[in-house]
């Protein structure tokens, strides 16, 4: 079973915060890395951080020192806490595995949810 349900996304003020949810299924949170990847129209989808099961992390380095991500074994879930908010980081935002889940040869992705920092 594939479950990997993202929300929080929002509206955010630049030097603001928003925080993201990811409930991952228990089987896929147990045994895989877990991250946030980000798509602006035009552009790639690119992974933003990773935790792995140890809760190792990794950030792209336009986003170090403001975000978080963080995992919460007991709610098999996954979070992304955004401060310092810039408008560049506006886009849709995935969880998925590192690297992503691959369905019958094709990759799976979530629907996403939507960041938009703007004043």
């Known amino acids: 079973q594939v479950q990997l349900v993202e929300s929080g996304g929002g509206w955010g003020q630049p030097g603001g915060s928003l925080r993201l949810s990811c409930a991952v299924s228990?089987?896929?949170?147990?045994?895989?890395?877990v991250g946030w990847y980000r798509q602006v129209p035009g552009k790639a989808r690119e992974l933003v951080a990773r935790i792995t099961t140890v809760s190792l992390t990794w950030y792209i380095n336009s986003v170090k020192g403001r975000f978080t991500i963080s995992r919460d074994a007991a709610k098999s879930s996954v979070y992304l806490q955004m401060n310092g908010l810039k408008t560049e980081v506006t886009g849709t935002y995935y969880c998925?595995?590192?690297?992503?889940?691959?369905?019958?040869?094709?990759?799976?992705w979530g629907q996403g949810t939507q960041v938009t920092v703007s004043t």
């Open positions: 228990e089987n896929i949170f147990q045994t895989n890395t």
């Open positions: 998925n595995t590192v690297p992503w889940v691959i369905i019958n040869a094709r990759p799976w």
